[in-house]
């Protein structure tokens, strides 16, 4: 973890307060509430550790507000919510009074946090909030957060017959078992930290090993091959 900062320190429950006031205007949603950005910040420090020459102010507010528009996850206008999301930011840190000569690196980690939004993440602190973002959805609370955004959406746990997707397609969108294949598997090749791929890979075991447990008891069938 980073060394007390007063900066940091300072800035952080003004931060905390504008997040939870998207949360609220926002409607519920626990995977993407307070606790979701708190934890995201956690994971950030952690790489912040290994990366001592990367601005940990810009990182602290790009881990905070990035999903101050969050939008579905099966809504059409997903893939625009980190760039509506940096653009808020920069409104909101403005108003605070927030360094001026900070708003435009946080307003671009912002945007290429975002998995749909495919924008390449081209600083330090950037990177570092993506791999932190992308943490989130892997290990323990990863997967409980795969379910919850699952039944939100509608979809099934599993196939009935084939939870592996041995003989079908993935489907994630029908079938949340299969987020952990379809998407989730390749979050640790995706990392763009050495610290985040090898936080990752530790946490993907966690969702494979699940997913084999779960498999072999959908099914009644003691060995299940993944």
Request: charge should be negative.
């Amino acid at each position: 973890m980073q060394a007390f900062h007063p900066e940091l320190e300072s800035w952080r429950p003004r931060l905390a307060q504008l997040a939870a006031q998207a949360v609220a205007d926002q409607g519920p949603d626990g995977a993407h509430d307070l606790n979701h950005f708190e934890r995201v910040w956690r994971n950030a420090q952690a790489l912040l550790a290994q990366y001592r020459e990367a601005d940990a102010l810009v990182v602290l507010a790009a881990c905070y507000l990035h999903d101050l528009v969050n939008v579905p996850k099966d809504d059409l206008r997903r893939s625009s919510a980190s760039r509506l999301s940096a653009g808020l930011a920069r409104e909101r840190l403005a108003a605070l009074g927030f360094p001026a000569d900070k708003l435009a690196a946080i307003a671009h980690a912002i945007e290429a946090h975002s998995f749909s939004a495919g924008v390449p993440a081209t600083t330090l602190e950037a990177r570092i909030v993506q791999d932190a973002d992308r943490l989130d959805g892997l290990g323990a609370v990863g997967l409980a957060r795969m379910f919850y955004i699952a039944g939100r959406m509608g979809s099934a746990l599993a196939h009935g017959s084939d939870p592996l997707a041995l003989d079908r397609a993935l489907d994630d969108k029908s079938y949340s078992l299969d987020h952990i294949e379809a998407k989730l598997a390749r979050l640790p090749g995706m990392m763009q930290t050495d610290a985040g791929r090898r936080l990752a890979e530790a946490r993907l075991a966690t969702l494979t090993a699940f997913r084999t447990a779960f498999a072999a008891e959908w099914t009644g069938i003691t060995h299940v091959e993944a």
